[in-house]
């Protein structure tokens, strides 16, 4: 059993004081005032988020401001008043579009990190017109079902899946939003059940509070059966865990697993960070064989969709490793979001030899064995018979994983369309004295690389 005293003293922590809620509440009274002054098609405005449910944690300063159109306005002119609107309400303060379904604006005021989002105004969650039209229901389905003290609880459970790096559904940390974490405190009650549930998830788990299916096997064939499915209360076609991928889905099993063991403070806020040493970071070179790459960060491009195409640029690069026979062991890409970005991978193999066996088709099929040797006229070796197969050696073009990885780079160059496709033009491979130069200057990358090397959960 977890002690009481423990989950006391990190809701204290975690809780913000009624000092904090008159400035929020101030400060979302007043852009709710602007909003409501300035003209405009819109009909309405309303807080959402977890400020709204009363579930956010101590020191998130985080609003997000839902503008309401008529369902009746065209969608060029509701994205036009929405980015109007968005700009008028931060007017001199710092502020940027950004881009989900359809665009919106974010920015600073006042030290808060604002988001003024537009939204049509329907009746129910399932006549949605955009993806962010059923917002404004979750606040609603929340405040109804959600008791004071299960606020509390969802405040733990947000905090200890913060502290093992899996809150947030954004396109880096592909893990869980809060509208989920306020589900699973409903669906087990409280933060010590969701721990026990969750300890105990398998694969094509599925969770429907609102029992909008019969029968679990009906919810997940409804969704092609995907590992996990939370089927949303007030929309059942939408899977609420659907940007979760399947590693901070066994990362939440295992940490909740560990923490049931062995409960401590240092699940919910993390142990005393620091990065290695470079001295450390060499050992971990000397021992380890890592490539990279460096590629300028594409201009005017938002961080959040740039982690997102940076992470699936580090796949294709990869894959294209292991096309050239070199074993990719594990990787790790890194952006500051302004100037540089890295891109590492750990092979197991980093020096190929020269040749290269082909194993070609049986001799039994003579159209085949004819279009095989055709392939390669003049081999270094072979071609022979073995294990009645055609089988010869040839000259490898690419031996080297370091050549292999910025040829991959180049010819990713040709084909890439995300922002990044003119920055794979300008890769440079990283060495180890570049990297640990990197390392030195960026406290940022120092902790990232330092991660990476480890490679160890933060909770164990």
Not at 66 to 83: C, D, H, I, N, W
Not at 98 to 122: C, K, L, M, T, W
Not at 183 to 211: C, H, P, T
Not at 404 to 415: C, G, M, R, V
């Amino acid at each position: 059993m977890i002690s009481p005293a423990l989950l006391k003293k990190v809701l204290a922590r975690i809780t913000p004081s009624e000092e904090e809620r008159v400035v929020e509440e101030k400060m979302v009274h007043a852009l709710l005032k602007k909003i409501k002054s300035l003209k405009g098609p819109h009909i309405g405005a309303i807080l959402a988020g977890s400020l709204a449910r009363n579930t956010h944690l101590k020191g998130d300063r985080d609003f997000d401001i839902f503008v309401f159109y008529s369902p009746t306005l065209s969608r060029k002119k509701f994205e036009v008043a929405g980015l109007k609107m968005g700009h008028s309400v931060f007017d001199k303060s710092f502020h940027e579009e950004a881009y989900s379904e359809h665009p919106y604006v974010r920015g600073v005021i006042d030290g808060f990190n604002v988001e003024i989002v537009p939204a049509y105004q329907v009746n129910k969650a399932a006549e949605k017109l955009s993806a962010v039209d059923r917002t404004p229901f979750h606040a609603a389905y929340m405040r109804k079902h959600l008791s004071p003290v299960q606020q509390g609880e969802v405040r733990l459970l947000k905090q200890f899946l913060k502290g093992i790096g899996v809150y947030g559904a954004d396109v880096k940390m592909q893990g869980v939003p809060g509208y989920l974490v306020e589900i699973l405190i409903l669906q087990y009650g409280s933060f010590e059940k969701a721990l026990e549930g969750i300890s105990a998830w398998r694969d094509q788990n599925v969770i429907d509070i609102a029992g909008h299916y019969p029968a679990p096997s009906d919810a997940s064939s409804s969704f092609q059966s995907p590992f996990f499915l939370v089927v949303d209360p007030t929309d059942k076609s939408r899977n609420v865990a659907g940007a979760l991928s399947y590693n901070q889905f066994a990362r939440m099993i295992l940490a909740s697993r560990t923490f049931l063991e062995k409960p401590s403070e240092h699940f919910f806020f993390g142990k005393p960070r620091s990065h290695l040493s470079k001295a450390q970071v060499k050992s971990y070179f000397s021992a380890e064989e890592l490539v990279g790459i460096h590629l300028p960060y594409p201009p005017n491009l938002l961080s959040d969709v740039a982690w997102g195409q940076l992470q699936r640029l580090t796949k294709k690069l990869s894959h294209g490793l292991s096309s050239h026979s070199f074993s990719v062991c594990r990787s790790f890409h890194w952006t500051d979001g302004l100037k540089d970005a890295v891109i590492l991978l750990e092979v197991d193999n980093p020096l190929l030899q020269k040749s290269q066996t082909r194993t070609g088709p049986k001799v039994v099929e003579a159209r085949h064995c004819t279009d095989f040797l055709k392939a390669h006229p003049s081999p270094l070796s072979g071609p022979r018979v073995e294990e009645g197969r055609i089988v010869l050696e040839v000259q490898r073009k690419i031996t080297h994983a370091a050549d292999a990885l910025l040829n991959e780079a180049k010819k990713s160059a040709l084909n890439e369309t995300s922002g990044w496709g003119k920055m794979l033009l300008r890769a440079k491979p990283l060495s180890e004295s570049q990297i640990l130069s990197l390392f030195s200057k960026n406290t940022h990358f120092a902790f990232a690389l330092s991660v990476f090397l480890k490679g160890k959960e933060p909770f164990l």
